[in-house]
């Protein structure tokens, strides 16, 4: 079960007001959550592995590596790959659900360089961009890219219809990789692959097919595999935001939860989210008492509004 956004903002706002410590804006509260739900997450990863190289938990709900593989496991998705026949690679896919921000230019023949004008430079920055001519995927060799706008080597032939895709990189690491959806495809290193090439008996096939993964990018061999690969990965997890509106002639924050994200993490790291916003906020909170009793207080104010 997910943490409630607004539960959590109001908490800290709570004890952020008992502290006599201010305020928290909700945009600074959306970046502040935003690298924490990062950082718990970030750590699963070294519980898991301290966890396997120690003897099994006889309770089954005590099992930490049970546990964490279970809180691990919301973050898996399965998607397919894109080639790219210009690079001979496939790109990885984006999460269903996940926002894509595009551009649209007109090439004339003489126009190399074009200026973003619905795509900031902070999605530039935070995406995997790539440049599609008239529904050709370009090679990232052929232009340069920068936070305002795309050069091109060569002006885009006239009437051309240029398609500039931003799509947020929540890819955190690659699992199996399949194709036809039915067949498993090894991992193996580029200077190992001379090697299996080199003999008649271990050479890729369409039967027997390896990768290599470099770059966040797939190559596959042999080469004649231009499609149906899938791929099993983990995202990261969304940017928590509590969304809001500012009633008309009112100097307060109202919450919607409509376009609201809540945290991805399960809910018994709820105390856990508090105290490090808390920590980011300056507030170093000693008594676990303090936050629940502060999210005690916000759960019956929710209640009461509720009635």
């Known amino acids: 079960m997910a943490i409630n956004v607004n539960t959590v903002y109001r908490t800290v706002l709570l004890i952020l007001n008992k502290e006599q410590r201010g305020m928290l804006t909700p945009d600074e509260f959306n970046k502040v959550s935003t690298q924490v739900q990062l950082q718990i997450f970030e750590e699963y990863f070294n519980v898991l592995d301290l966890q396997v190289r120690k003897p099994d938990n006889i309770t089954e709900y005590g099992d930490r590596l049970k546990n964490t593989g279970h809180d691990i496991s919301v973050f898996k998705e399965y998607g397919d790959c894109t080639f ?133 990018k797939i190559q596959v061999v042999p080469a004649t595999i231009t499609s149906n690969i899938t791929v099993s990965y983990l995202r990261k997890p969304m940017d928590v935001r509590w969304n809001f509106s500012i009633p008309q002639g009112q100097a307060y924050y109202r919450y919607d939860p409509a376009g609201s994200i809540d945290f991805e993490l399960n809910k018994s790291e709820q105390s856990n989210v508090i105290n490090r916003i808390l920590l980011y906020a300056g507030v170093v909170v000693k008594d676990p008492s303090i936050i629940q009793v502060a999210q005690q207080q916000v759960q019956a104010d929710t209640i009461k509004e509720t009635l």
Do not use: W
């Open 84 to 216: 790219n026949p210009a690079e001979g690679k496939f790109t990885l896919p984006v999460t269903a659900g996940s926002t894509v921000y595009t551009q649209n230019f007109t090439g004339d023949g003489q126009t190399a360089s074009f200026q973003f004008t619905t795509i900031t430079a902070e999605q530039i920055d935070s995406s995997n961009v790539l440049i599609y001519i008239d529904g050709v995927l370009a090679s990232s060799g052929t232009y340069s890219l920068s936070d305002t706008s795309i050069t091109f080597n060569q002006p885009p032939a006239n009437q051309a219809v240029i398609l500039v895709t931003a799509k947020p990189e929540d890819f955190y690491r690659l699992g199996s990789v399949f194709y036809n959806n039915e067949k498993e495809v090894q991992l193996i290193q580029r200077n190992d692959l001379v090697y299996v090439n080199s003999n008649p008996l271990t050479k890729p096939s369409v039967t027997y097919p390896v990768f290599l993964y470099e770059s966040h």
